[in-house]
Structures are given as structure tokens and as C-alpha cells.
């Protein structure tokens, strides 16, 4: 396709004349120049408007100036609108490229592409909340026509070497108690038995409609939906460390580096909502039944649970930690160590002080410094081998360690 019908088809999906324009306060200089380079992205004809090479550099400059604003402070205090501004801005980057180009080449439509994912990860959905989405979908199949093959051409289930997780003891060694296992029960016996009580509780049997069970073992098939796509990758041991990093990259790079490879770096990406961002993802997956029961009906206005992906390598780590909201961890393939630990528990398994970290435990489950923590023994532990097809419930502030035994992909949604 010629980059200038793919332009067309990119500003067909603008809904109204002002889905670009959010409401708040800009620089007045950079909103000056943000409105130049959205009339010049959006007209017409080149006769209306000459074609502009500088125009790429103005909006590229408007785009860093927004993401100085974006990453100055503290994120929480960050204005919608301003990051409302981050997403329109990189649209209209992705349009002038397109603008200013003469044919679509592979790197061009990365180019692009990048621009979309950045305004996904790091903006916020305006008024006509798909218009990324959407735009990441057509860049997507536009670049799977000029290179359908991708370069790694590895699957889950053809790759025979299984790294094994060092140090980890075999689950039947673990002296605990395992959580109860029920077969795709009913809602009720759902709600009075497990979530009413709070009591975790492995679910089995309720995956198999799940299209992703199928899809997700081969990596071609992430890497044709998603390869170029640009995800979020925690670096290291685990988030606890002092090691620990955060990088930005693409899907198949993760997936050469740190999937495939058995080099024995971790890599996880972890916690990140690629369902929001990759919308071809989200049809693969189905929010259970279960979470549309409430503890509490009446403050409970979500429409959906937070759903978020865990993708990695054999080995990951997610430390003793607990989270604010009921979770169905639900294992697509590979599977998973889970050791958890009631919110009664909390005084014998030490939560680091301060803010950033107090939802995490210090003391390690799996080697526990008993002369640093010496009342952890009073600590009563649940574990839970999580295999493909099957799901946690894990309470609101249950405490949970999770480590992945193979490759593994996870889905967790959170509700309350
Ligand atoms: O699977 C993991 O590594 C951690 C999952 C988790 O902590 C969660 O879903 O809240």
C-alpha cells in the first residue's frame, strides 16, 4: 500500500475535528506549534498546504517537550490531559511521517509504529479512546504484508532444551498446605465458599474456551500479531533487586533475548496490561465468569477487571508480595510455584518500610534469614502448582510468591 492511502485510512479513524484537541494548559508556544503540525498532518490537498519537511521536526520537538513534562515528578501527579496531549501528538508524528514519505518500507511502518506504541504505553486514551489501538492494527497487518515471516522461528512446543530452575525445591517438597482445587465450580459456590471467605483456591477446567490456550504455544503466532510492537521488560532477578531495571523494547527482541535464548538472563514482561495496547491479544483471552461477583456491589464501578500479562522464560520471580484487589491468575502455558501466605500473616513476614516497597515482604519464602526474621516461622504457609488451563483465586492482600518452572505466559485479572 502507498504510505499515502495508509495516511488515509489512518485519519479515517478520527471521529470528530477536535479528537485531537485536549483540554488543558500547554506551554502556549509548543501548543502553538502542536496546532500548526495538526492542521498541516490533517489537510487535504498539498495544494491547500506544500509539503513541509520541518514540520516533522516541530512535532518531534512538541513530542519531547510533553514527555520532559510527563517525566518530571512524580507519575501519579501527572495530568491526564498532558499525557492526553502525549498521545495526540505522537498520531500526528505517525501521520506526517506517512505524509512525508513516498512508499511504505519495512522501517518506515516500525517507525511508525513505535510512535503508536509510545502513545499507548506513556499517553492516555483521548475522547475516541481506539484511535491508537486501531492505528497500531493497520500499521500491524501493513507490515506483516512487506515481511510476513518473522526471524525467530522457534515454538514453545518444538523447542525441546528446558532450562532448569536452579535451587528451586520440587514442589511436592514443600512442607505446606495446598490450596483447595475445585472443578469449574458454579458462581454461588464460588461466592459463598471462596470469595466470601477469602480463601484462595485453585480452579480447575475453566480455560479450555480460551483461544489463546491454542494460539499462544507457538511463537510465530506473538510474533506475527506483536513482534514489532514495543512492550515494557522488567530486567533482573526480580523487582526486589538492587540489580533490577525497567527497559522499553521490542516484543521479538524480548523473545530472541531472553525467551529462546536459554542464556539464563530474566527477562519478564511482567505486570504490563498488553491488552489494552495489542487489541488482537485481547480476543484471545476471556475475563472469567467469576469476576463480575462483588464484595462490594454498591463502590464497585469498574466495568472490567485491570487484566494484566506475565510472558517469560523459565525462572522469573515475583517476590512475597500482596495486591489491593481480588486476582484470577490464570495460566495459559508453562507452569508455576505459587506460595501464599494470609494477610494475617503480615507481622511474621516483614514488609520493607517506606512507601515504594511496603506491599513487599523482605523475607524470602524459599530461604528464609531466620536471624534477620525471626518470627517467621509463626507464619502459616498455602502452596499452589499452577499448571496450563488452570487458575489462582488470590484474595484481596493474600501474600503470593510466584516462580516460573518453564516458559510461561499468565494472565491475572484483579477485581473487587
Ligand atoms: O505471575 C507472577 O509472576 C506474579 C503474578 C502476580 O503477582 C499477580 O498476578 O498479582
Avoid at 499517553?123 to 484511535?131: R, T, V
Avoid at 506475527?224 to 533490577?244: K, L, Q, S
Avoid at 539464563?264 to 467469576?290: S, T, V
Wanted: charged letters at 25%; proline letters at 6%; a negative charge.
Amino acid at each position: 500500500m502507498e504510505s499515502i492511502s495508509l495516511m488515509r485510512q489512518m485519519k479515517n479513524l478520527l471521529l470528530k475535528s477536535d479528537d485531537l484537541d485536549p483540554k488543558g494548559e500547554l506551554n502556549i508556544s509548543v501548543r502553538k506549534t502542536f496546532l500548526e503540525c495538526c492542521s498541516y498532518a490533517l489537510s487535504d490537498s498539498d495544494s491547500e498546504c506544500p509539503l513541509d519537511k520541518n514540520k516533522f521536526i516541530e512535532i518531534d520537538s512538541v513530542v519531547d517537550f510533553i514527555y520532559e513534562e510527563i517525566n518530571t515528578g512524580h507519575w501519579c501527579e501527572v495530568p491526564i490531559y498532558m499525557r492526553q496531549y502525549y498521545t495526540a501528538s505522537q498520531f500526528i508524528k505517525c501521520i506526517i511521517i506517512l505524509k512525508h514519505a513516498t512508499h511504505c518500507s519495512q522501517q518506515l511502518l516500525t517507525k511508525c509504529l513505535e510512535c503508536i506504541d509510545m502513545g499507548l504505553l506513556l499517553g492516555c486514551p483521548l475522547d475516541n479512546k481506539e484511535l491508537l489501538t486501531n492505528s497500531a492494527k493497520i500499521l500491524n497487518i501493513e507490515i506483516n504484508k512487506i515481511e510476513p515471516d518473522n526471524s525467530c522461528k522457534e515454538s514453545v512446543s518444538s523447542f525441546p532444551v528446558k532450562r532448569k530452575v536452579e535451587d528451586l525445591p520440587s514442589f511436592d517438597k514443600i512442607v505446606a498446605k495446598e490450596v483447595d482445587i475445585v472443578e469449574c465450580p458454579s458462581l454461588e459456590l464460588f461466592n459463598k465458599t471462596y470469595l466470601c471467605t477469602q480463601v484462595p483456591v485453585k480452579i480447575k477446567d475453566c480455560m479450555r474456551h480460551w483461544p489463546a490456550m491454542k494460539k499462544w504455544q507457538n511463537v510465530d503466532y506473538l510474533l506475527n500479531i506483536a513482534g514489532e510492537r514495543t512492550v515494557p521488560v522488567e530486567i533482573g532477578a526480580h523487582y526486589a533487586d538492587e540489580e533490577w531495571s525497567q527497559k522499553l523494547m521490542k516484543l521479538k527482541d524480548f523473545i530472541l533475548k531472553y525467551y529462546v535464548s536459554e542464556s539464563g538472563d530474566i527477562g519478564y514482561l511482567a505486570q504490563h496490561n498488553l491488552f489494552d495496547q495489542i487489541a488482537e491479544l485481547k480476543e484471545d483471552i476471556r475475563i472469567p465468569e467469576y469476576c463480575c461477583l462483588s464484595l462490594d456491589y454498591e463502590n464497585n464501578t469498574e466495568a472490567e477487571p485491570d487484566i494484566n500479562a506475565w510472558f517469560g522464560p523459565a525462572g522469573t520471580v515475583s517476590p512475597l508480595h500482596q495486591d489491593p484487589k481480588n486476582n484470577i491468575l490464570s495460566q495459559v502455558f508453562g507452569r508455576k510455584q505459587v506460595l501464599l501466605y494470609s494477610p494475617d500473616d503480615s507481622p511474621h513476614l516483614y514488609p520493607h518500610e517506606g512507601k515504594l516497597l511496603s506491599n513487599t515482604a523482605q523475607v524470602d519464602p524459599l530461604k528464609p534469614d531466620l536471624s534477620r526474621f525471626p518470627e517467621f516461622h509463626k507464619a502459616k504457609m498455602y502452596k499452589c502448582l499452577l499448571e496450563p488451563g488452570e487458575m489462582l483465586f488470590i484474595p484481596v492482600k493474600w501474600w503470593h510468591h510466584v516462580v516460573a518452572i518453564d516458559k510461561s505466559f499468565s494472565v491475572s485479572f484483579w477485581w473487587m
